[in-house]
């Protein structure tokens, strides 16, 4: 399964995660299937997003649209890195 790996700065952790939260749906009927958010234990407005998608391209068309842009704005987000990434392999150890 695809993967999508965003890291970024965010203006407000709060503030985000209440945007974030409310893009549940578009997320989902856009193709993304499931999620972790994490942050860096030294910065807690870098944000790391990782998820699972239905396809890279439907990511990348969500990621790149002008409707996500918008909603990366009003959430105070700052020069988020993309990057799509393809499963080799996964276990449970």
């Not at 990366?72 to 392999?89: C, H, N, S, T």
């Amino acid at each position: 399964m695809p993967h999508v790996l965003i890291i970024h700065e965010v203006a407000d952790y709060g503030a985000w995660k209440i945007i974030f939260d409310n893009a549940a749906g578009i997320r989902k009927e856009a193709g993304e299937r499931s999620y972790q958010v994490l942050r860096y234990e030294s910065d807690p407005n870098k944000i790391v997003h990782f998820s699972i998608w239905t396809s890279t391209a439907d990511a990348r068309a969500f990621f790149e649209s002008p409707r996500l842009v918008k909603i990366r704005e009003e959430a105070g987000v700052k020069a988020p890195d993309f990057i799509y990434l393809e499963e080799l392999a996964a276990g449970i150890l």
